[in-house]
């Protein structure tokens, strides 16, 4: 048996359709040809994802904030690494003039 593969657009219009609540869940997957919890499935995944129609949901949001943070952090840790590296490297150097080699 082949799977079919259904297009958002379809999908949409399943869902939209039950959700206008004038049919069933059982006619309209009788109607389209489609399986009852495949219609179920696409009723859950867009009922989760309505909210980003409208904009990036909360957790999204919280997401991006956090990346923005760590790259902030990263930034200012990677600038310390190299004045650490910097006064590392002359303190080598000056204890080379001071004491000599070992």
Same mark, same amino acid.
């Given at each position: 048996? /082949?799977? +079919? #593969?259904?297009?958002?657009?379809? +999908?949409? %219009? $399943? $869902?939209?359709?039950?959700? !206008?609540?004038? /049919? *069933? *869940? !059982? &006619?309209?997957? !009788? %109607?389209?040809?489609? #399986?009852?919890?495949? $219609?179920?499935? =696409? %009723? +859950?995944?867009?009922?989760?994802?309505?909210?980003?129609?409208?904009? &990036?949901?909360?957790?999204? +949001?919280? $997401? %991006?904030?956090? &990346?923005?943070?760590?790259? /902030?952090?990263? @930034?200012?840790?990677?600038? @310390?690494?190299?004045?650490? *590296?910097? &006064? #590392?490297? =002359?303190?080598?150097?000056? !204890?080379?003039?001071?004491?000599?080699? @070992?």
């Amino acid at each position: 048996m /082949q799977k +079919k #593969n259904y297009t958002p657009e379809f +999908k949409a %219009k $399943v $869902v939209l359709e039950l959700l !206008s609540e004038n /049919q *069933t *869940t !059982s &006619e309209i997957a !009788s %109607k389209y040809e489609v #399986n009852i919890r495949m $219609v179920q499935r =696409w %009723k +859950k995944e867009f009922l989760e994802n309505i909210g980003r129609i409208f904009g &990036e949901t909360k957790i999204e +949001k919280d $997401v %991006k904030n956090k &990346e923005k943070e760590l790259e /902030q952090r990263e @930034k200012l840790l990677m600038e @310390k690494v190299g004045e650490l *590296t910097i &006064e #590392n490297d =002359w303190l080598k150097k000056k !204890s080379l003039e001071i004491f000599g080699k @070992k």
